[in-house]
């Protein structure tokens, strides 16, 4: 089954691959290894998964600003994840999103959290989500 979600582009760009859900918001100061690419936040869903190479779908952004450099920091390491799903764009996941130059988009018009399943193969491309239910 094939659900396509239709938003708006922060960082223009097409990519597929596997999503990586997380239902809580993501802190990127103190919330992720940037060299390694996994949430390191103890208390979160995702504590020691790695999202590197994966479509990131997440709610929100956490914490202070400091949020753009960590993940501006996996870019440089190699580490990002290769798309982003936001929920409800902020400051911080917006610039976040820029600096860390990968495909990313927000404003959909279902919550992407509650209908794509980490391990759904999911492809951005043009202001759509295209989700393939595994």
């Given at each position: 089954?094939?659900?396509?979600?239709?938003?708006?582009?922060?960082?223009?760009?097409?990519?597929?691959?596997?999503?990586?859900?997380?239902?809580?918001?993501?802190?990127?100061?103190?919330?992720?290894?940037?060299?390694?690419?996994?949430?390191?936040?103890?208390?979160?869903?995702?504590?020691?998964?790695?999202f590197?190479?994966?479509?990131?779908?997440?709610?929100?952004?956490?914490?202070?600003?400091?949020?753009?450099?960590?993940f501006?920091?996996?870019r440089?390491?190699?580490?990002?994840?290769?798309?982003?799903?936001?929920?409800?764009?902020?400051?911080?996941?917006a610039?976040?999103?820029?600096?860390?130059?990968?495909?990313?988009?927000?404003?959909?018009?279902?919550?992407?959290c509650?209908?794509?399943?980490?391990?759904?193969?999911?492809?951005?491309?043009?202001?759509?989500?295209?989700?393939?239910?595994?």
């Open positions: 089954m094939t659900i396509v979600l239709h938003g708006r582009m922060v960082v223009p760009g097409s990519v597929a691959g596997e999503a990586l859900v997380s239902h809580e918001p993501i802190s990127g100061w103190g919330g992720i290894d940037p060299a390694r690419g996994v949430i390191i936040e103890p208390r979160h869903e995702l504590y020691g998964v790695c590197a190479g994966k479509i990131l779908v997440f709610p929100s952004a956490k914490g202070s600003s400091g949020w753009s450099g960590f501006q920091t996996t440089l390491s190699g580490t990002a994840p290769s798309g982003l799903v936001i929920g409800r764009l902020s400051a911080k996941s610039l976040g999103a820029v600096v860390t130059r990968v495909p990313a988009i927000t404003d959909l018009d279902a919550d992407p509650a209908v794509i399943a980490t391990g759904d193969w999911v492809v951005l491309a043009n202001s759509t989500v295209e989700v393939t239910k595994q």
